[in-house]
């Protein structure tokens, strides 16, 4: 797929304006707080992965109206003092999968704690464990559409209020270092952790990569692909939907999350990107922080031949990098015996 967005010189000063519904502020004050009016943690169970030199448990969590959502936590072997924690958000469609199929983190020696997606996990990958049991409400079938007629039934409002339960939790569990907690997603995930950084103002950091959910009216403008692809497929049966969905999007926006952030943050993008296109990206990335008033440590990666891959395994090393300066990792324990 050839480049299809803005050219890179006006991509690096895109700051477009973002349509913030008034009550944005309220409306995610009063989610989380009702949210939090429970004690985060259900159940922390070991798990048996088949790895010696990786720890993991089943964790089982409350978020959006105190819902159960499952997640796997993992930590290195035989090390006892408190880590620095990443939380890792999954792509869309998928679930938590298998606790052995995501190592990267905890190799480095961090804490780890992947949360599943509530109401995904069919379509790619191991599978999930987490119903949705608020996904009635008139939309399409897929996550993307789920509830878009009003911002109170949106699937988003609730996986991204399960994203902020989730870092709650990781604080809760013995071994972490509550104030050194860095959210990381890509796709799906990236907006998720984004979403994070905007929600949680005490966050350590943030490493974001092809963040779906951000720019998103210029999204649908610009593909068709899965996710934006399922909002637009809705819009083309439901013709006089268009102002109701997009009044609900713009509480889900990513730009609007970043604007508010103040975490060290890390973004990787590839320009030909067609599923989440990089002017969102480049959206949120340059607005990211303006209104907290703090001098925010950022930085971004862009290919220029890559799609939504983005660079792959060379940016997970740059994060790898990059997290090390932010959050000094804990060792990794030798093999038993």
Same mark, same amino acid.
């Given at each position: 797929m050839p480049a299809f967005d803005l050219p890179t010189r006006e991509l690096e000063r895109y700051r477009p304006e973002v349509q913030e519904p008034p009550d944005f502020d309220a409306f995610w004050r009063d989610t989380l707080k009702?949210?939090?009016?429970?004690?985060?943690?259900?159940?922390?169970?070991?798990?048996?992965? %088949?790895?010696?030199?990786?720890?993991?448990?089943?964790?089982?969590?409350?978020?959006?109206?105190?819902?159960?959502?499952?997640a796997w936590y993992?930590?290195?072997?035989?090390? %006892?003092?408190?880590?620095p924690a990443v939380v890792e958000y999954a792509g869309y469609g998928r679930g938590r999968g298998l606790p @052995?199929?995501?190592?990267?983190?905890?190799?480095? %020696?961090?804490? @780890?704690?992947?949360?599943?997606?509530?109401?995904?996990?069919?379509?790619?990958?191991?599978? %999930?464990?987490?119903?949705?049991? @608020?996904a009635s409400a008139p939309g399409g079938p897929g996550p993307a559409a789920r509830g878009l007629l009003d911002p109170r039934d949106y699937h988003y409002r609730r996986l991204i209020?399960?994203?902020?339960?989730?870092?709650?939790?990781?604080?809760?569990l013995p071994g972490v270092d509550a104030p050194r907690v860095a959210a990381v997603g890509n796709s799906q995930g990236g907006g998720l952790a984004l979403a994070v950084a905007g929600l949680v103002p005490d966050l350590a950091a943030v490493l974001v990569t092809a963040p779906f959910l951000c720019g998103i009216r210029r999204a649908l403008d610009l593909t068709d692909a899965s996710p934006y692809g399922e909002i637009s497929a809705y819009l083309s049966v439901h013709r006089g939907a268009q102002e109701a969905a997009y009044r609900t999007l713009a509480y889900m926006e990513g730009v609007s999350f970043?604007?508010?952030?103040?975490?060290?943050?890390?973004?990787?993008?590839?320009?030909?990107?067609?599923?989440?296109?990089?002017?969102?990206?480049?959206a949120a990335f340059n607005r990211y922080g303006e209104l907290t008033g703090v001098d925010t440590r950022k930085e971004i990666h862009a290919y220029p031949y890559n799609g939504h891959e983005g660079g792959d395994a060379v940016q997970v090393r740059r994060q790898l990098d990059w997290l090390g300066e932010v959050l000094e990792p804990g060792p990794v324990s030798p093999p038993p015996g």
């Amino acid at each position: 797929m050839p480049a299809f967005d803005l050219p890179t010189r006006e991509l690096e000063r895109y700051r477009p304006e973002v349509q913030e519904p008034p009550d944005f502020d309220a409306f995610w004050r009063d989610t989380l707080k009702e949210a939090a009016q429970r004690d985060v943690l259900v159940s922390v169970r070991p798990a048996e992965s %088949g790895l010696r030199l990786t720890q993991t448990w089943d964790v089982t969590f409350r978020g959006f109206a105190g819902d159960p959502v499952r997640a796997w936590y993992s930590r290195p072997a035989g090390v %006892g003092e408190p880590l620095p924690a990443v939380v890792e958000y999954a792509g869309y469609g998928r679930g938590r999968g298998l606790p @052995h199929e995501r190592l990267t983190w905890v190799n480095a %020696g961090y804490a @780890h704690l992947l949360m599943d997606n509530r109401g995904q996990g069919d379509q790619y990958g191991n599978g %999930g464990a987490t119903p949705d049991p @608020h996904a009635s409400a008139p939309g399409g079938p897929g996550p993307a559409a789920r509830g878009l007629l009003d911002p109170r039934d949106y699937h988003y409002r609730r996986l991204i209020t399960d994203a902020v339960r989730a870092v709650a939790a990781v604080r809760a569990l013995p071994g972490v270092d509550a104030p050194r907690v860095a959210a990381v997603g890509n796709s799906q995930g990236g907006g998720l952790a984004l979403a994070v950084a905007g929600l949680v103002p005490d966050l350590a950091a943030v490493l974001v990569t092809a963040p779906f959910l951000c720019g998103i009216r210029r999204a649908l403008d610009l593909t068709d692909a899965s996710p934006y692809g399922e909002i637009s497929a809705y819009l083309s049966v439901h013709r006089g939907a268009q102002e109701a969905a997009y009044r609900t999007l713009a509480y889900m926006e990513g730009v609007s999350f970043a604007r508010r952030a103040a975490a060290p943050a890390h973004f990787g993008v590839g320009l030909r990107d067609t599923v989440c296109p990089p002017s969102g990206a480049y959206a949120a990335f340059n607005r990211y922080g303006e209104l907290t008033g703090v001098d925010t440590r950022k930085e971004i990666h862009a290919y220029p031949y890559n799609g939504h891959e983005g660079g792959d395994a060379v940016q997970v090393r740059r994060q790898l990098d990059w997290l090390g300066e932010v959050l000094e990792p804990g060792p990794v324990s030798p093999p038993p015996g």
